[in-house]
């Protein structure tokens, strides 16, 4: 027979080791979004993302013409439920975070061809998914998305001022899916 205690203590257990998670593993194991913004709107990269979130896609940027390979690649993840979300209602829900690693490529003779790699960091783009307008007065939310970049030398500290004038003109093109290229992410389609 399972007595009440046992019952009580598995629980209790269960509490505990959420408790213990970093915070990133307990918003997997919940399954809800914790915010990655303070009160005010000021956001950074989320920690641990590479092996919590959802790796959805990479954009290669050729080089210039006459040099073979990609110049830069680019490399999304997702936070975890977006995916789910995207796939079952066709957009990205409230709270979904976005991260767009910037990677200068590295192009040289492999077994398989010619072959670039992902070679130095220069930074994120993060947007999260924002549908309650819940900052009008801050500059880096809008359009339904908190939107920044961040250099690779401080993932807490954004260097944008403006969305507006930072992202939004280059993401035009996209503006019937939300503002998000989602040609680039397979696991979008169904
Ligand atoms: C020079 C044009 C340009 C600027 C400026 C720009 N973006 Fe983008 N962004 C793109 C393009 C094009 C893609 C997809 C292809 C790629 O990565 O090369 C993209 C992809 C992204 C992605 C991955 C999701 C998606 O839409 O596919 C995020 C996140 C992102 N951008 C955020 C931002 C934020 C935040 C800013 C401003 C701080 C910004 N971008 C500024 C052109 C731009």
Request: no cysteine.
């Given at each position: 027979m399972i007595s009440r205690i046992s019952i009580a203590t598995a629980s209790l257990a269960f509490s505990m080791a959420l408790l213990a998670m970093p915070a990133i593993a307990k918003e997997k194991a919940a399954g809800t979004p914790i915010s990655i913004a303070d009160a005010t709107g000021a956001f950074h990269v989320?920690?641990?993302?590479?092996?919590?979130y959802d790796y959805i896609g990479t954009w290669s940027v050729a080089a210039p013409?006459?040099?073979?390979?990609?110049a830069e690649m680019h490399v999304v993840y997702a936070s975890p439920k977006a995916v789910d979300g995207y796939r079952k209602n066709g957009k990205f829900s409230d709270g979904d975070v976005l991260v767009k690693e910037v990677y200068e490529a590295e192009t040289a003779p492999m077994t398989t061809g010619i072959v670039s790699h992902t070679e130095k960091l220069k930074g994120w783009f993060v947007m999260i998914k924002d549908?309650?307008?819940?900052?009008?007065?801050?500059?880096?939310?809008g359009d339904g998305w908190a939107w920044s970049w961040f250099d690779a030398t401080d993932?807490?500290?954004?260097?944008?001022?403006d969305y507006h004038t930072d992202c939004q003109g280059c993401h035009v093109p996209a503006k019937g899916t939300d503002w998000i290229y989602v040609q680039g992410y397979p696991v979008l389609k169904k």
């Open positions: 989320p920690d641990g993302y590479r092996t919590s013409k006459g040099k073979d390979g990609a549908e309650k307008n819940s900052h009008p007065g801050n500059k880096l939310w993932p807490k500290k954004t260097t944008s001022t």
